[in-house]
């Protein structure tokens, strides 16, 4: 973690509502990570951005949507076509743009707990 | 693409004794190879990383890994488990020419006893 924070630590939704959850950086990394986990599933791979405003989708993109304005920020939103939204989601980062620096380690935020009620 | 498996979803050691967390992965070509470990609603601290050179490779913690390339191996060991270890463990694997395509293993949930 460290220089990585995401927000809000836990966060409800209700059915059929949009929830943003926040990932800021002050590490200077160019790259960006939404992971989302489930007990007994590893880590799955939603959306990833190198460089600002560009981003790819992941394993697991449907129903999510991410924007890339800053370096700093990777905001991650859970849309209402997201079926099974419970989970916790992981933010990361990791040092290098495209083609640059591809054996660095990722770091990771604390994490956000989403629960639909 | 590229795969990891870690064959056990839990490990149950006595304080004291040594610990084997173990990882196999499928990529095509030299791997990156990476340990994670987990506390309980918390994101993942690296521990240790093979990118190339000697097979065996120091970490944090006292962890150490050991790569074999042979048997598509990373487990990862320490001498003396603690209490403190208890946690779940995480095994990742990134093809040199696909940076972001870094792959979890399902985890391994790591319990030491006094």
């Known amino acids: 973690d460290g220089g990585i924070t995401q927000s809000p630590k836990y966060l409800f939704r209700k059915e059929g509502q949009n929830v943003t959850l926040s990932c800021e950086q002050n590490l200077n990394h160019d790259a960006m990570y939404w992971y989302r986990q489930d007990p007994g599933q590893g880590l799955r791979l939603i959306y990833y951005?190198?460089?600002?405003?560009?981003?790819q989708k992941g394993d697991i993109a449907e129903g999510y949507s991410v924007s890339r304005e800053k370096k700093e920020s990777f905001p991650l939103t859970v849309t209402s076509a997201q079926k099974n939204p419970t989970a916790f989601y992981l933010c990361?980062?990791?040092?290098?743009?495209?083609?640059?620096?591809?054996?660095?380690?990722?770091?990771f935020g604390q994490g956000t707990r989403l629960t639909v009620v | 693409a590229q795969s990891v498996a870690q064959p056990e979803d839990q490990v149950n050691v006595a304080e004291g004794n040594p610990l084997t967390v173990k990882c196999t992965y499928s990529v095509s070509g030299n791997p990156y190879l990476f340990w994670y470990v987990q506390y309980p609603n918390r994101g993942l601290q690296f521990l240790l990383k093979?990118?190339?050179?000697?097979?065996l490779v120091k970490g944090s913690y006292g962890f150490e890994a050991e790569f074999n390339k042979s048997q598509t191996s990373f487990h990862l060991k320490k001498p003396s488990a603690l209490v403190s270890d208890s946690a779940l463990y995480f095994c990742?694997?990134?093809?040199?020419?696909?940076?972001?395509?870094?792959?979890f293993g399902a985890g391994t949930r790591l319990t030491v006893k006094p």
């Open positions: 990742a694997v990134r093809a040199p020419y696909n940076n972001n395509d870094m792959r």
């Open positions: 951005s190198q460089i600002v405003n560009d981003f």
């Open positions: 990361a980062t990791r040092m290098g743009g495209p083609g640059v620096y591809s054996n660095t380690e990722a770091f």
């Open positions: 093979y990118i190339t050179g000697d097979n």
